[in-house]
């Protein structure tokens, strides 16, 4: 019985010290064939995360391909995706750069809000571009386009309405200290460098050229990295620079506009 199933990996997920045990139990026998639970229930208790298990997860109105090496879609990133397509509702077919894309997440969360958006979606590592190149495949009514590029080097024509990111933004000495199942994933999707403003310097210094007379910046950022990030914006010429918080009340994405 499905049931009975449910009941005994809650107890086990629940003995090992995961916290929403009966949630996870009932997401691994909803998606999971049954010869593979077991062996599935094994390896969350030894740490993999429930998404790459599953090897998809939800985000807005979107099931996208997740696994090793690339970065989970997280809730607090959708505010980024809504507060672009916000500030995009008037513009006709804008055109969006979603840097540091992993998953690609931002821009086809973003297309999936505001469908007429072309996205060039730049992701360095492999291993997530892979996932990035499924995730648009997944999803050929938005115009996503995936680009293997390295965004410290990379050189992008063109002018654009917005650009989007969710960067690595986690200081080095912190990711010791994470949570077992975060540090399972991609180090280079989380490691911001010493202070953990590296990628927001690069995007600051590299790509508000990119952006179009009226254009903008919004970027995810840390719970305590608002005055910073304000402050390198700022400092590039953005105008209007300020930052929206999340259902939880912490600072998450921060704005700037080109005059």
């Known amino acids: 019985m499905v049931s009975d199933a449910v009941r005994e990996m ?22 999971l064939p049954a010869e593979k639970l077991a062996a599935a229930v094994d390896a969350r208790i ?36 809504e507060t672009a397509a916000a500030l995009l509702h008037d513009v006709p077919a804008p055109q969006v ?9 931002v821009g086809l969360g973003l297309a999936s809000l505001k469908p007429d958006a072309a996205v060039t979606a730049v992701e360095k590592s492999a291993a997530a571009f892979s996932y990035l190149t499924e995730n648009c495949r997944r999803y050929p009514q938005y115009a996503v386009r995936p680009l293997l590029a390295d965004i410290c080097d990379v050189a992008l024509v063109g002018e654009y309405d ?12 912190v990711l010791p200290t994470l949570e077992r199942e975060v540090q399972k994933e991609p180090q ?9 403003l590296f990628f927001y310097r690069v995007l ?3 790509f508000v050229c990119c952006l179009k007379s009226g254009g903008f910046m919004a970027v995810e950022i840390g ?25 939880a009340g912490h600072d998450r994405v921060t704005v700037g506009y080109k005059k």
């Open 10 to 31: 809650t107890e086990r997920l629940r003995a090992a010290g995961i916290e929403n045990a009966a949630f996870e139990a009932q997401c691994l026998v909803e998606d």
């Open 46 to 81: 030894a740490g993999e995360p429930l998404q790459y298990l599953l090897g998809t997860w939800d985000f807005l109105s979107l099931r996208l391909a997740v696994g090793e090496g690339v970065l989970i879609p997280r809730q607090d990133t959708e505010l980024l995706c």
């Open 97 to 105: 750069l979603d840097l540091c894309a992993g998953s690609g997440c």
């Open 162 to 173: 917005a650009v989007l990111s969710n960067p690595p933004y986690i200081r080095a000495a």
């Open 188 to 196: 280079a999707a989380l490691c911001g460098g010493e202070d953990g």
């Open 204 to 206: 600051a210094d590299r």
């Open 223 to 247: 719970f305590d990295q608002r005055a910073a990030v304000e402050t390198l914006f700022s400092a590039a010429g953005l105008q209007g620079v300020h930052t929206l918080r999340d259902l």
